[in-house]
């Protein structure tokens, strides 16, 4: 006796799901696309955002910043003193230019001190290699692991470190991570660039007195009781700072680091959401059309199985289980492949998330709550054909389908003027009858040519949006971020230096802009009203001019502050005299990289009550004579970060593109596995339902490639009709998840190139042409006796 | 029992009609018919085409309800019953024949009859189902591999398998030539003389009614002549 027996309702389920199986399988694949990306997205957001928290309860990470001119220490018991802070953690930071040898492009440097103590009581550091600097010694550093991990630094190395205009030679003992800085990036630039800036951490004793901070402290870093509201500590923290010369306290949800992180996780919720949602619908018709059109075939059967006594529950339930087993096949290698490409993008990700290790965590409950959802969705996707067949009278069932009422149509009396053969006029006739039937295929056609799109679209709007700020709106070589202002005829200095062929001075001053109870924390730059390098644009790429009063934002800013022109504006800025104004929103601009505030130059001079000084040099280079200005630039002083245009272009492509661009690519190959999972079936089912036709008129005596002209012609039809409706379902989608998708670091434009619109085709067109081709083949190889005996 | 003895009725009908409605077209395919069938009885049901006989039958068999009148079997109101109860009356006393066999493509011959006897109350082995209808070596093969008068034997064996208390034939001999046809026909008798089935035959062929206990003639929706035989021919004799 066999262990188990499968019903013969069972056996009939397994033959035919084997028989069917190549759209079996397409439907699955559909379905496993949803789930991939959904798991995919899922598990790269809870394992980072485990990763995070874990990270930050361990290694202490603040809860407040501020950055003063130079505080006394002893300022630190009144900080102490503030109700509701619990630990602080007051330190010497620091900027520098480094040499590393072998590497001629300019280094810059962030430098943080450590307590003699060795781990400081916030921002603790991770130890990837070696130790931390000893306390006693001025020559030891450890440096972040982005940094020795982009110039294979090992412990015992020496860097050359130009502090305050001073040469200092480091050795290397540690390799660390540290909460503060999971997200490296320079100071004025957008993007990471591991190779020209580091941050190094220092004993105290040995950054203070070069930095002339012995005794004081110009950073300061704090934890605060869950009891207390932050925005309290904050003030309290500013009164007490502002003699100081505080520049505003801010919270974690203002790091820099922080916010990018967040940014990213939120894009991954979204991620998350929009494409399953695309998938799982695209999959929900499929089956919608599939089973509907299985069930249909076999009105028959479903007659005979309920006049000999099957109940309408199990009839429905024979063929639940054929939407369940391809739900369920969907589901696993949704699953499987889900996992597996999770991991491997979240080890991706770990190339630009400095972590000490990536926590791979996806709950069982979503698992469960996905394998729930998705046969919920595939089952409600052939609902409405499994209750047609469970509810189909028994006697009704006996005769054909419907009434075949074949007639002239109208679209035949208006395409009267061709002559047809008579399989275009079968193939006219079919799709006008079956007009309800033929809009489906045409919407499956069409959203096939959307999820190609969809997936693909961000390739080239993700270029264009690269190309458009590093060569339309950054004309400048290099960007130089002065750790103090300098006057403006320092400039004309450096313009005749050797290979500098043109420079450019710009004020970037912190500040916070407040509309009501919105806030934004930003950089404001003063940009000179002739600027001929570093543009700001409209939507249109035009350039914008500089007003001579007011501001100009960026529109992602201004939305946020739910601003438009005409608007006024409170800035506080909070550096120097740290003026408090009111300025009109004088327009907006649309970087796709950053955001960020301008105004003129000479206007942010007068408020800033200072002669003309600039903090920022933007210069182009004479070409070829790139090193001598870099030479020039190491021995600097006062120089906090060098921003190179190709480095930047490089690591961006390096770092935030290719996990970026592997996101993309992924859902691109499961947009074209949906889209041939959609044509191979509408072509399999017309030759299902038609076999008998054409089996009738090979009898007749037409050619194996006439009946086929039937099919293809057909098919031909639903592509010329489907694919433009495609693109415009395409474009409509692209805008909702462009529009989602929008975080501060970057908001990729809304660009279909018409490589995008003919690769989407493409992918259809091909797919169907292998569909048909399979079609033909079939053709070719039909039984003609077999489709005749058997009853219509 | 041959009709001989006072058997009792199993299905009795009064006034019993059924109009189709489709659209502006009123179709009455049957038209007052007032029947009783006896257990173990065999029944010719003989008409022209449209007369309605295969209305009459799917509703004995409770797969269509009447428009009016009344029907019952036994203690069953056929009239009244809901899906649920049709849906219970059909598997546990109907076994159908039907004019296209109507197998299930994708199963075997075995499995076709194992279909039922899956759900039945009481059913014999489908291989000795099989074996009735003379197919015990053809019992592994798909409907596509059995010609039109072994597909049509599966399907009477697929019906006496349950062991049904009537049997219910829609031209069960439509498509086949006259020896196949007897071949079907001697299978048909001969379960019902086994077995005590009440047996309904529906056909075109009056050679047929020969081997019945009575004769049931439909024209227009209606019972236009009825009659018993003496005595019952052995299908094998038949021929046409
Ligand atoms: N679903 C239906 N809708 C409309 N009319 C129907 C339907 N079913 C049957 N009819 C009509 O009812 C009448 C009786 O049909 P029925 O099938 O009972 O005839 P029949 O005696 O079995 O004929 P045949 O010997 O040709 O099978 C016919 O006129 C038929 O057209
Ligand atoms: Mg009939």
């Known amino acids: 006796m066999p262990f188990f027996r499968a019903s013969a309702l069972q056996t009939k389920l397994r033959r035919e799901l084997w028989q069917m199986r190549g759209q079996m399988l397409a439907i699955a694949l559909v379905i496993a696309g949803g789930v991939a990306v959904f798991l995919l997205s899922l598990v790269n957001y809870s394992s980072l955002t485990a990763t995070r928290n874990q990270y930050y309860q361990d290694y202490q990470f603040a809860e407040v910043f501020v950055t003063i001119k130079r505080a006394p220490r002893h300022a630190l018991q009144q900080v102490a003193a503030i109700p509701g802070v619990t630990r602080q953690s007051g330190r010497v930071e620091g900027a520098a230019t480094l040499e590393v040898p072998g590497f001629s492009d300019p280094v810059s440097a962030r430098l943080v001190s450590l307590p003699a103590t060795g781990q400081p009581a916030l921002n603790r550091l991770y130890l990837r290699y070696g130790r931390l600097p000893a306390a006693s010694r001025s020559d030891e550093a450890a440096v972040i692991g982005s940094f020795a991990d982009a110039h294979d630094l090992m412990l015992g190395d020496r860097l050359d470190a130009i502090i305050n205009g001073r040469r200092q030679s480091l050795t290397v003992v540690g390799i660390v991570e540290s909460p503060e800085f999971i997200y490296v990036i320079p100071p004025g630039g957008m993007l990471p660039d591991f190779k020209r800036y580091g941050v190094l951490w220092m004993a105290q004793d040995a950054l203070a007195p070069a930095m002339d901070m012995v005794g004081a402290f110009n950073s300061l870093v704090l934890q605060v009781d869950s009891s207390v509201p932050i925005p309290a500590v904050i003030d309290q923290l500013d009164r007490l700072l502002a003699p100081y010369g505080g520049t505003g306290a801010y919270a974690r949800a203002d790091q820099f680091s922080h916010r990018f992180l967040n940014d990213e996780l939120n894009q991954l919720k979204t991620m998350a959401t929009i494409f399953p949602t695309i998938f799982m619908g695209v999959a929900m018709f499929l089956l919608n059309v599939v089973v509907g059109r299985l069930i249909s075939t076999q009105r028959d059967i479903v007659a005979v199985l309920k006049a000999f006594g099957y109940s309408n529950r199990q009839i429905g339930w024979h063929y639940s289980q054929l939407v369940l087993v391809i739900a369920i096949t969907g589901l696993l290698i949704g699953t499987a492949a889900g996992l597996w490409l999770g991991r491997a993008l979240g080890e991706l990700y770990m190339d630009y998330y400095r972590f000490p290790g990536l926590l791979f965590r996806v709950s069982p409950w979503w698992l469960l709550l996905l394998a729930v959802l998705t046969l919920m969705v595939a089952w409600l996707g052939g609902w409405r054909a499994i209750r047609q067949a469970a509810a189909l009278p028994p006697a009704e069932a006996m005769r054909p389908e419907g009434p075949a009422r074949y007639r002239v149509t109208v679209t035949e009396r208006l395409l009267s003027w061709i002559r047809f053969t008579q399989p275009s006029r079968m193939i006219v006739r079919q799709l006008a009858r079956r007009l309800g039937r033929t809009v489906l295929s045409v919407t499956g056609v069409a959203m096939a040519t959307a999820v190609v799109m969809v997936g693909n679209f961000q390739l080239s709007s993700v270029s264009l949006m690269v190309h458009t700020q590093f060569a339309r709106v950054q004309k400048q070589d290099l960007a130089i971020t002065l750790t103090d202002p300098v006057s403006q005829a320092a400039l004309f200095g450096m313009a005749r230096q050797p290979g500098v062929r043109y420079t450019e001075g710009r004020r970037v001053v912190v500040a916070e802009l407040v509309n009501g109870h919105r806030k934004w924390r930003t950089a404001l730059t003063g940009i000179p009203s002739d600027a001929k390098l570093q543009f700001v644009v409209d939507e249109h790429l035009n350039d914008v001019p500089i007003p001579p009063a007011g501001l100009l934002l960026t529109d992602f800013l201004a939305a946020r502050l739910a601003v438009s022109p005409g608007d006024h504006l409170q800035v506080r800025v909070l550096e120097g005299p740290r003026p408090r104004l009111s300025l009109p929103v004088a327009g907006v601009t649309s970087e796709f990289l950053g955001v960020s505030a301008y105004m003129d130059l000479a206007a942010m001079n007068r408020v800033m009550r200072e002669g003309p000084v600039v903090n920022q040099v933007l210069m182009n280079l004479t070409p070829g004579q790139a090193d001598t200005v870099y030479q020039d630039l190491r021995d600097a002083p006062r120089v906090m970060a060098i921003n190179i245009r190709q480095a930047m272009l490089d690591s961006f492509y390096d770092t935030l593109a290719k996990t970026f661009l592997t996101y993309t690519f992924i859902i691109s190959l499961l947009g074209g596995i949906i889209a041939f999972g959609v044509i191979y079936n509408t072509v399999r089912i017309s030759l299902a339902e038609r076999g008998r036709d054409l089996a009738s008129l090979r009898v007749l005596g037409y050619s194996h490639n006439e009946v086929s002209h039937i099919i293809l012609g057909e098919l031909a039809i639903l592509l010329v009709l489907g694919v433009p409706l495609g693109w415009f379902f395409g474009q409509a989608i692209a805008s909702l998840i462009v529009t989602a998708m929008q975080t501060e670091l970057y908001r990729v434009p809304l660009i279909m190139t018409d490589k995008t619109l003919a690769l989407a085709a493409n992918v259809v067109i091909i797919s169907a042409l292998v569909s048909g081709f399979i079609t033909w083949w079939r053709l070719r190889n039909l039984d003609l006796v077999a489709v005749l005996k058997t009853r219509e | ?240």
């Open chain 2, 1 to 240: 029992m041959n009709g001989l003895s006072p058997a009792l009725p199993v299905f009795q009908t009064r006034d019993l009609t059924k109009t189709y409605r489709q659209g502006e077209v009123e179709v009455q395919a049957l038209r007052g018919i007032g029947l009783e069938l006896f257990t173990g009885e065999l029944v010719v049901m003989l008409g022209a085409s449209g007369s309605g006989k295969s209305t009459l039958l799917n509703i004995l068999g409770g797969l269509d309800v009447p428009t009016s009148g009344e029907v019952n079997y036994q203690d069953i109101d056929l009239t009244r019953a809901n899906d649920r109860e049709l849906t219970r009356y059909r598997r546990d006393y109907v076994g159908f024949v039907f004019q296209f066999y109507n197998l299930i493509p994708s199963l075997t011959a075995r499995e076709n009859v194992m279909a039922v006897t899956e759900i039945a109350r009481s059913p014999m082995d489908p291989e000795a189902a099989l074996a009735l209808v003379g197919l015990a070596n053809r019992m592994d093969h798909f409907p596509a591999q059995l010609s039109g008068g072994e597909q049509q034997r599966v399907a009477i064996a697929r019906a006496i398998a349950k062991r049904p208390k009537v049997l219910l034939c829609d031209e069960p001999t439509g498509a086949l030539d006259s020896a196949t046809g007897v071949l079907v026909l001697a299978a048909l008798d001969k379960a019902n003389r086994e077995t005590g089935t009440t047996t309904v035959i529906i056909t075109h062929n009056a050679s047929i009614a020969q081997m019945a206990d009575r004769v049931i003639t439909l024209s227009d929706g209606k019972i236009s002549k009825e009659y018993h035989n003496p005595t019952r021919q052995d299908p094998r004799t038949l021929s046409w």
